[in-house]
Nanobody, 118 residues
Framework: QVRLQESGPGLVKPSQTLALACTVS??????????WSWIRQSPGKGLEWIGY???????TYGPALKSRTSISRDTSKNQFTLQLSTVTPEDTAVYYC??????????WGRGTQVTVSS
């Protein structure tokens, strides 16, 4: 059974960088054809795909946040990370990591609340 667990600070100040990690168990982040995504849901809004990193380490980002997003991985920890720079209160959301084939997600973490506030 694949399990994903998000971790990171729940409170970030405006203009700082949000940094989250997703630790995976039950699968390897280098498994062929599997993509590892970050997704968020802001209050009162739908799900927003942020980007993914593939099994080979290449990345693709959604257009809305592309200029502020970086996704990387640590294969020794079986972990992938999200960095979102220059945050504002509009980046307040529940952040999820997910496993899938492209945008077909089949496993999700429970999500972690991140609030941007001074």
């Amino acid at each position: 059974q694949v399990r994903l667990q998000e971790s990171g600070p729940g409170l970030v100040k405006p203009s700082q960088t949000l940094a989250l990690a997703c630790t995976v168990s039950g699968d390897s982040i280098t498994t062929n054809f599997v993509y590892w995504s970050w997704i968020r849901q802001s209050p009162g809004k739908g799900l927003e795909w942020i980007g993914y990193i593939t099994n080979s380490g290449s990345t693709t980002y959604g257009p809305a946040l592309k200029s502020r997003t970086s996704i990387s991985r640590d294969t020794s920890k079986n972990q992938f990370t999200l960095q979102l720079s220059t945050v504002t209160p509009e980046d307040t959301a529940v952040y999820y990591c997910a496993r899938g084939y492209g945008h077909d997600f089949n496993s999700w973490g429970r999500g972690t609340q991140v609030t941007v506030s001074s």
